[in-house]
């Protein structure tokens, strides 16, 4: 939905992992340093480590789309809580190999074999393997064993471990695992990106999809987002997706800190970030207040969230809403003026007939101040079910979106 209203050409913020978005922060540039030289060892063990969205699927993506097949053949698998047959079973496969059965035995030999076949053509073998923090010690104990497939002196296989934090603390340690630990040649743990560097991550994926300026973005922005998120990439996406969503429905061309406080503030009370809302600074306070009035009644439950023209017509629907509210407010803010303005002037200015017309006029201007007051006291009324209102559209509209596509969803 915001893609189209940006007018960009793809989503810019997709919690899948997309090595065409790939980003060269500087703890990225440090792991990709770690692995070039693992790689060109052509043995052992290399093992990344980091917390939940912190990169390490995009990066094992973005190996895998920059490798050379001619020279390598990479497979990749993601783990499950797999023993040591299973994984096996799943390493052949992932190579391509059919393996009738479930024989591990028949399952070695066919990768032994593979693996003499590739080298003989002259290309090494990488196996990739993430969320190595599900694998039992048993099933980690049989990777080493197939990395000690050789052909003469030289070995067939080389293995690339990615995992969060847990995973290293298990193999730095668990006993049962030394042998393991002594064929490990390079060890990086992804760290968070820095603060400068969020802003460049943003601009980075909304250039890749035709960005070019709108919407702007307030440079408070990027350092509230820093601190908010800590800097992991996965926390920024869900974000932004959120931020730019509301932008669109709200039709707003810059991106405040006002917005991304009211973002935060949803996404913490969902418990989807686990992060406190950045504070608001005192002099965008009144501009949210008005934001918050000028909320939509509740929109009909009947909208039918999962045909995208019923979506358009639902925030264009929304931009009438508001505007109307906007009238209102406007209309009721000059009446309260030109009220209080008569009532400070003089009987004389009132009626040149004298001061007998002044009461009654008086009186008068005083029953519609009060009508007016009331009727603003009622606008302030509905104030909170109407904030929840937009907030209750705007996550069908965000669970609509996330939901469009199952295959995409982050891992």
């Given at each position: 939905?915001?893609?189209?209203?940006?007018?960009?050409?793809?989503?810019?913020?997709?919690?899948?992992?997309?090595?065409?978005?790939?980003?060269?922060?500087?703890?990225?540039?440090?792991?990709?340093?770690?692995?070039?030289?693992?790689l060109?060892?052509?043995?052992?063990?290399i093992?990344?480590?980091?917390?939940?969205?912190?990169?390490?699927?995009?990066?094992a993506?973005?190996?895998?789309?920059?490798?050379?097949?001619?020279?390598?053949?990479?497979?990749?698998?993601?783990?499950?809580?797999?023993?040591?047959?299973?994984?096996?079973?799943?390493?052949?496969?992932?190579?391509?190999?059919?393996?009738?059965?479930?024989?591990?035995?028949?399952?070695?030999a066919?990768?032994?074999?593979?693996?003499?076949?590739?080298?003989?053509a002259?290309r090494?073998?990488?196996?990739?393997?993430?969320?190595?923090?599900?694998?039992?010690v048993?099933?980690?104990?049989?990777?080493?064993?197939?990395?000690?497939?050789?052909?003469?002196?030289?070995?067939l296989?080389?293995?690339?471990?990615?995992?969060?934090?847990?995973?290293r603390?298990?193999?730095?340690?668990?006993?049962?695992?030394?042998q393991l630990?002594?064929?490990?040649?390079?060890?990086?743990?992804l760290?968070?990106?820095?603060?400068?560097?969020?802003?460049?991550?943003?601009?980075?994926?909304?250039?890749?999809?035709?960005?070019?300026?709108?919407?702007?973005?307030?440079?408070?922005?990027?350092?509230?987002?820093?601190?908010?998120?800590?800097?992991?990439?996965?926390?920024?996406?869900?974000?932004?997706?959120?931020?730019?969503?509301?932008?669109?429905?709200?039709?707003?061309?810059?991106?405040?800190?006002?917005?991304?406080?009211?973002?935060?503030?949803?996404?913490?009370?969902?418990?989807?970030?686990?992060?406190?809302?950045?504070?608001?600074?005192?002099?965008?306070?009144?501009?949210?207040?008005?934001?918050?009035?000028?909320?939509p009644?509740?929109?009909?439950?009947?909208?039918?969230?999962h045909?995208?023209?019923?979506?358009?017509?639902?925030s264009?629907?929304?931009?009438?809403?508001?505007?109307?509210?906007?009238?209102?407010?406007?209309?009721?803010?000059?009446?309260?003026?030109?009220?209080?303005?008569?009532?400070?002037?003089?009987?004389?200015?009132?009626?040149?007939?004298?001061?007998?017309?002044?009461?009654?006029?008086?009186?008068?201007?005083?029953?519609?101040?009060?009508?007016?007051?009331?009727?603003?006291?009622?606008?302030?009324?509905?104030?909170?079910?109407?904030?929840?209102?937009?907030?209750?559209?705007?996550?069908?509209?965000?669970?609509?979106?996330?939901?469009?596509?199952?295959?995409?969803?982050?891992?």
């Open positions: 939905m915001y893609d189209d209203f940006y007018q960009l050409t793809g989503r810019p913020f997709q919690l899948t992992p997309d090595p065409e978005f790939y980003f060269e922060s500087n703890t990225h540039r440090k792991a990709l340093s770690y692995l070039g030289y693992g060109a060892q052509g043995e052992g063990f093992v990344i480590t980091g917390e939940v969205g912190a990169g390490k699927s995009t990066l993506a973005h190996l895998m789309a920059s490798i050379d097949r001619e020279r390598l053949t990479a497979a990749q698998i993601v783990t499950s809580a797999l023993d040591g047959q299973e994984l096996v079973h799943v390493a052949a496969r992932a190579f391509g190999l059919d393996v009738a059965g479930h024989d591990k035995a028949s399952a070695l066919q990768i032994e074999a593979f693996l003499h076949e590739e080298a003989r002259g090494r073998c990488l196996l990739v393997v993430d969320e190595s923090q599900n694998l039992s048993e099933a980690l104990e049989e990777l080493r064993m197939l990395s000690n497939f050789q052909l003469g002196a030289h070995p296989l080389q293995i690339f471990l990615l995992g969060q934090p847990e995973f603390a298990l193999l730095q340690s668990s006993p049962a695992l030394e630990r002594q064929r490990v040649i390079a060890n990086h743990h760290d968070a990106m820095e603060p400068g560097e969020v802003g460049p991550y943003v601009e980075h994926r909304l250039a890749h999809v035709g960005w070019r300026g709108n919407p702007a973005f307030d440079q408070r922005v990027y350092a509230e987002l820093a601190k908010a998120t800590g800097g992991i990439p996965r926390r920024i996406n869900q974000v932004l997706n959120r931020l730019l969503l509301m932008g669109a429905v709200e039709q707003r061309t810059r991106i405040d800190s006002a917005m991304l406080g009211e973002v935060l503030a949803d996404l913490n009370r969902d418990g989807a970030l686990g992060v406190q809302p950045a504070p608001v600074p005192a002099e965008v306070a009144p501009v949210i207040e008005q934001v918050v009035q000028a909320a009644a509740p929109v009909p439950p009947a909208v039918p969230m045909e995208t023209a019923p979506v358009a017509a639902l264009q629907d929304l931009a009438a809403m508001l505007a109307q509210r906007d009238e209102q407010i406007a209309e009721l803010q000059q009446a309260v003026i030109e009220l209080a303005e008569m009532r400070t002037a003089t009987p004389a200015d009132l009626d040149e007939e004298g001061e007998e017309e002044a009461d009654p006029r008086l009186d008068e201007l005083t029953a519609a101040l009060t009508d007016v007051n009331q009727r603003l006291a009622a606008l302030e009324a509905r104030t909170e079910e109407q904030s929840q209102a937009i907030r209750h559209v705007l996550t069908m509209l965000i669970e609509w979106i996330e939901s469009e596509n199952p295959a995409r969803a982050a891992a």
